[in-house]
Antibody
């Protein structure tokens, strides 16, 4: 059964870098059909797309976060990662990784359970 | 960026009712719209993709329609498990954007 699992620190200090990893099981991250994404949700608020990566390493980022975001993929470990630098309290959120169903125009059909990240001052 | 505007922000309904949620895009997104259901403390669940295609395993009381800039999600014959928050999302072009959400509450 396909599953995505986020991992990373639950607490990060302001101005530091947040590293998160999404491990994919039950599917190959090298599948040419799928794109992989990070999406976040601040407490009590809506969903915000952070960025998308393809197995080839091509990346697409939210413009407002682009200067602070780096996404990468490790096909040997079947996981993809997010690094968000210079974090502030505004980056406190639940971070989800997700798979796009088939292609870049499709919906996100598989989601991780989400990991809560708190930025402390 | 393409702005997605959902209405209403919240709606109250009773079991067995039919509810329609609308989503408007600030520019033409063809059919590249998805709908999600989210319950508290859970990840969103894909309901509809490509505006009107029902995701596998989703009950047929959920339906989507629209193209271009105007889209709707209809839930017919509301069941207890349908009370949740619903989001639309455009996948026509990067950056992907979500609507602000519609909370469906029991009357």
């Amino acid at each position: 059964q396909l599953q995505l699992q986020e991992s990373g620190p639950g607490l990060v200090k302001a101005s530091e870098t947040l590293p998160l990893t999404c491990t994919v099981s039950g599917d190959s991250i090298s599948s040419r059909r799928h794109y992989w994404a990070w999406i976040r949700q601040p407490p009590g608020k809506g969903l915000e797309w952070i960025g998308t990566i393809y197995y080839s390493g091509s990346t697409y980022y939210m413009p407002s976060l682009k200067s602070r975001v780096t996404m990468s993929v490790d096909t040997s470990k079947n996981h993809f990662s997010l690094k968000l630098s210079s974090v502030t309290a505004a980056d406190t959120a639940v971070y989800f990784c997700a798979r796009q169903r088939q292609g870049a125009n499709d919906g996100f059909d598989i989601w991780g359970q989400g990991t809560m990240v708190t930025v402390s001052s | 960026d393409i702005q997605m505007t959902q209405s209403p922000s919240s709606v109250s309904a009773s079991l067995g009712d039919s509810v329609t949620i609308t989503c408007r895009a600030s520019q033409d997104i063809d059919i590249w719209l998805a709908w999600y259901q989210q319950k508290p403390g859970k990840a969103p669940k894909l309901l509809i993709y490509a505006a009107s295609s029902l995701q596998s395993g989703v009950p047929s009381r959920f339906s989507g329609s629209g193209s271009g800039t105007d889209f709707t999600l209809t839930i017919s014959s509301l069941q207890p498990e349908d009370f949740a928050t619903y989001y639309c999302q455009q996948a026509n072009s990067f950056p992907y954007t979500f609507g602000q959400g519609t909370k469906l509450e029991t009357k």
